[in-house]
């Protein structure tokens, strides 16, 4: 009995960037991020222009350094390099510091890299600057440039719940891990700029939760990079053991829903359709990290339920899809 080869038709050449994004995150801090950026820079939907390394604050646990920028931009590269791309974007330094006002920008260069991206003029293609920790850069651009924000629409993963919408988990703080970092850049975003701001808040991005039996069977044997991914979580769970903190068997990936908005939108008319969202009138963040409602704030659109199959299935065929190839 004869076999029939079938020509598979939807190959990975055929698919082509539709949209730029820059990827701004703490990559020396907690390694969810550095999941996202791998995840991101694999998907063939983006064309990920430019990757910027930012800062943790000071006294903060998971920073242990001197030069918590520096170190991000060391972990971003080694994820660069584990992918083999066949053309690396530049990595950025975000600033030292956190805004001193809300109105002096900090000219880092991944701020200054954020306005001279959006402000090009020899692409259609639209531009989303995802942000996994603070909204430093963002808000430093758009003092420096304020026209950038015709230009682009940002993606935040941070910030406190949403009265009416979702209630604060367990011990939660007022102070959302990422706004403090730089609550003025936030207020800047916020409060100030009429950026177009997509915010994924707390209780949705703890939503993104993986098992680590899950992650052992789909990452860890997944070639070089699945098994550096893997080990960077089993680090975090080594320093919070020897805390005396039980980390249980998950953990939650909450920046990964930058890749999840972006690569993984729909076919036609080309959206987040499989993750709730809504849209309301922008608050004005407080000092404490709370919300001010403003009903004359701009619309904002803020993501509740995501689709975490997709995101992490595709997360691991794409990891064993480039073990396959480099092992």
């Avoid at 730029?20 to 694999?42: F, K, M, W």
């Avoid at 603070?134 to 026209?147: G, Q, R």
């Avoid at 789909?218 to 805390?243: D, I, P, Q, T, W």
Wanted: glycine share 8%.
């Amino acid at each position: 009995m004869g076999v029939f080869m079938v020509e598979e038709k939807w190959l990975p050449q055929d698919i082509h960037p539709r949209m730029r994004v820059i990827s701004d995150n703490d990559y020396s801090g907690d390694p969810d991020g550095l999941i996202q950026l791998a995840h991101l820079i694999l998907s063939r939907s983006v064309e990920t222009t430019a990757i910027i390394g930012t800062r943790l604050r000071v006294g903060d646990p998971w920073n242990n350094s001197q030069d918590s920028v520096g170190d991000a931009v060391v972990a971003a590269q080694r994820i660069v390099d584990l992918c083999h791309l066949e053309k690396s974007p530049p990595i950025f330094r975000g600033a030292d510091l956190p805004l001193a006002d809300r109105k002096t920008p900090i000219h880092s260069p991944g701020a200054l890299e954020i306005v001279r991206e959006a402000m090009r003029e020899d692409t259609q293609l639209p531009l989303y600057v995802v942000c996994g920790a603070s909204l430093t850069e963002v808000a430093s651009a758009w003092l420096i440039e304020p026209k950038i924000a015709e230009r682009l629409t940002v993606i935040w993963i941070g910030g406190h719940e949403h009265e009416g919408l979702a209630t604060p988990p367990p011990g939660g703080t007022d102070m959302e891990y990422n706004l403090h970092v730089d609550v003025i850049a936030g207020q800047v975003v916020f409060n100030d700029s009429n950026l177009k701001l997509w915010q994924v808040p707390r209780d949705s991005y703890r939503s993104l939760n993986a098992s680590r039996a899950e992650m052992k069977a789909r990452m860890f044997g997944a070639g070089e990079l699945g098994r550096h991914l893997y080990n960077k979580l089993g680090e975090v769970v080594e320093m919070l053991n020897k805390y005396g903190i039980n980390a249980g068997e998950s953990y939650i990936l909450g920046d990964s829903p930058l890749t999840l908005l972006t690569a993984l939108q729909s076919t036609f008319e080309p959206d987040p359709t499989s993750s709730d969202s809504v849209v309301i009138s922008a608050p004005n963040i407080l000092p404490s990290g709370l919300y001010e409602k403003n009903p004359i704030g701009r619309p904002i659109r803020v993501f509740g339920t995501l689709d975490n199959r997709l995101c992490l299935e595709d997360l691991y065929f794409k990891l064993a899809e480039l073990g396959n190839v480099y092992r």
